[in-house]
């Protein structure tokens, strides 16, 4: 079955390390998103990427970075640069880029840092 | 800038009754799509349903439909016939329909559904 993987669910990393947080998927999609989830706040764009060896900042990218080496993955690192990591993150894929459909999101990470 | 108010941060509905959960969004755009997503205790996000701006008809997904009124900017999903399966956090979320990336979210409606 096709879909969106993220690993792991659940990661706990002590302040001032950095830590990297999977998203892969095997739809074939050209555009992938990571989206961060606080309590209150709904979904908040970190960085998107629409094609391979390219990605954006989105609304909230400070303390965040990111890669598209290859179509299907799209890795998140949380630098310790980031003030307060501790949250829901959520990776997302639309089929094409520029082309409006719904997200598919993968199944989340939670990240604690203590 | 594009906005999405869910007004809501909590519903409680009775099972086998009907709710409705409110969103209002600001655009200066003309096409545009909205959509209604569903967050249960897994947090796996699911599309519930998806409006294009442009059909002036309602979309319906089986219990799900929605009211859009493009004028007062409003998109509210209703949820007939309530079951326990549907307490979940449902979130409203917008994208212009010019070829960005940038899909807006509201803040999200937690919805109870009571035995």
């Known amino acids: 079955d096709g879909g969106i993987t993220q690993s792991p669910k659940y990661l706990f990393r002590k302040e001032g390390q950095n830590v990297t947080l999977s998203c892969e998927q095997n739809?074939?999609?050209?555009?992938m998103y990571w989206y961060r989830q606080d309590p209150g706040q709904g979904l908040r764009l970190i960085y998107y990427?629409?094609?391979?060896?390219?990605?954006q900042k989105g609304d909230i990218a400070e303390g965040y970075s990111v890669s598209r080496e290859k179509k299907e993955s799209f890795p998140l690192t949380v630098t310790s640069a980031q003030k307060n990591p501790t949250a829901f993150y959520l990776c997302?894929?639309?089929?094409?880029?520029?082309?409006?459909?719904?997200?598919?999101f993968g199944p989340g990470t939670r990240l604690t840092v203590t | 800038a594009q906005t999405v108010t869910q007004s809501q941060p909590e519903m409680s509905v009775q099972e086998a009754e009907t709710v409705t959960l409110s969103c209002t969004y600001d655009?200066?755009?003309?096409?545009?799509?909205l959509f209604w997503y569903k967050q249960p205790p897994s947090r796996q996000m699911i599309l519930v349903i998806r409006?294009?701006?442009?059909?002036?008809q309602n979309a319906t997904e089986n219990r799900f439909s929605v009211n859009f009124q493009k004028a007062a900017k409003s998109f509210s999903l209703k949820i007939s016939d309530s079951q326990l399966g549907d307490a979940a956090m449902y979130f409203c979320?917008?994208?212009?329909?010019?070829?960005?990336?940038?899909?807006?979210f509201g803040t999200g409606t937690r919805l109870k559904v009571l035995a």
């Open positions: 979320a917008y994208i212009t329909g010019l070829g960005t990336y940038k899909y807006i």
């Open positions: 990427s629409q094609i391979v060896n390219d990605f």
């Open positions: 655009t200066s755009e003309s096409d545009y799509y």
């Open positions: 739809l074939n999609h050209d555009a």
């Open positions: 997302a894929s639309t089929p094409k880029a520029g082309l409006v459909s719904e997200q598919y």
């Open positions: 409006q294009e701006a442009y059909k002036q």
